[in-house]
């Protein structure tokens, strides 16, 4: 079970361990992380944007085109962008910290 860590926008830190193959938006919900998701994972909205750095994105497989696109339309991207519902976490992920986006967050 990998160890991950979200980080909010103001810096607060919350340490969560997550059995593999729980996605990052499902790992946020079932641990009180405020990440809205609002289309439920099916990569139409954005609202589960996350930010995820260099070194932590090599252990993902590269974003889908679909995820791009979708990706496109959410606010506040940069090159560390991903959405929480496309990222399946696994034993490799051990240690990722994922900050979350100020427009993905919902009271938790």
């Known amino acids: 079970m990998p160890h991950i860590t979200f980080i909010a926008p103001g810096g607060e830190r919350t340490p969560v361990e997550v ?3 729980t996605t990052i938006l499902e790992a946020a919900h079932a641990n009180g992380v405020g990440l809205l998701g609002t289309c ?8 589960c944007h996350v930010m995820i750095s260099a070194a932590d994105r090599a252990k993902l497989p590269p974003p889908s085109e679909d995820e791009e696109d979708t990706l496109d339309l959410a606010f506040g991207v940069t090159a560390d962008s991903r959405l929480g519902c496309q990222i399946t ?4 992920m051990e240690g990722m910290e994922i900050r979350l986006a100020p ?5 938790s």
């Open 89 to 92: 976490l696994t034993e490799e």
């Open 19 to 21: 059995p593999s193959g």
């Open 40 to 47: 439920g994972g099916s990569m139409v909205c954005g609202t």
């Open 103 to 107: 427009t993905a967050l919902t009271a």
